[in-house]
């Protein structure tokens, strides 16, 4: 069955250090993949996507994340963590049809 | 400027009580979609529309209906609330195309 998986239901980092939030997924040929951001009683905004192309995809306030085909993750990061990056990210994918399916989300803490 | 809107923002229902939960959005989006959010689950899959007038399932449907009377508005209808529908409820639109899903900014449903 298609799924997403993020092994680490919460992360912390201090503030100007590196982030990695991982992500897995499981699919039949190359899904097109997401990250989502969740503040604190919002919705989910886009940070970024990946269509088959360039396997490092950048986002919005400095992330990026690498597709990786051979280890199916599609982990996101950040050089420099800001304390306003303190959220829930959601990793995400779709293949065929308009589902997308979610991971079940990593809560990142920013120490100050 | 373009976005999806959900109201109530949050409401608590009586059991077995009806509840209706509304979604508009202003992206000219063929598609929309109802999840909900649970701790432990991410977001799963209640029902979509990709045209109006017209309904599909998703992963989690039993227990909620839908309508979509316009490209605009998309509900969600709880005809027999239950204590298990607890929890949070976001509307998202979005293209066919691109995948990418536009999130509103939830409603918080308690049911007593």
């Known amino acids: 069955a298609q799924s997403v998986t993020q092994p680490d239901a919460r992360v912390t980092v201090s503030e100007g250090a590196s982030l990695q939030l991982r992500c897995k997924y499981s699919?039949?040929?190359?899904?097109?993949l997401f990250w989502y951001v969740q503040y604190p009683r919002q919705g989910l905004q886009l940070l970024l996507k990946?269509?088959?192309?360039?396997?490092v995809v950048q986002g919005v306030n400095g992330f990026e994340a690498e597709f990786s085909k051979s280890n199916s993750s599609f982990h996101l990061r950040k050089a420099s963590v800001h304390w306003s990056d303190w959220a829930v990210y959601f990793c995400?994918?779709?293949?065929?049809?308009?589902?997308?399916?979610f991971g079940t989300g990593t809560s990142l803490l920013v120490d100050p | 400027e373009a976005a999806v809107t959900q109201s109530p923002r949050s409401k608590v229902a009586v059991t077995g009580g009806k509840v209706t939960l509304s979604c508009h959005q202003t992206?000219?989006?063929?598609?929309m979609y109802w999840y909900r959010q649970d701790t432990g689950h991410g977001l799963r899959l209640i029902h979509y529309?990709?045209?109006?007038?017209?309904?599909e399932k998703g992963d989690i449907p039993d227990g909620y209906k839908a309508s979509r009377p316009s490209q605009e508005n998309f509900s969600l209808i709880l005809e027999l609330a239950s204590l298990s529908q607890t929890a949070v409820y976001f509307c998202?639109?979005?293209?066919?195309?691109?995948?990418?899903?536009?999130f509103g900014p939830g409603t918080r449903l308690t049911v007593l």
């Open positions: 998202a639109s979005g293209t066919g195309g691109s995948y990418e899903q536009y």
């Open positions: 699919y039949f040929g190359t899904p097109y």
């Open positions: 990946y269509y088959p192309g360039d396997p």
């Open positions: 995400a994918a779709v293949n065929m049809g308009y589902k997308l399916t």
């Open positions: 992206n000219n989006h063929d598609y």
């Open positions: 529309s990709y045209v109006a007038d017209s309904t």
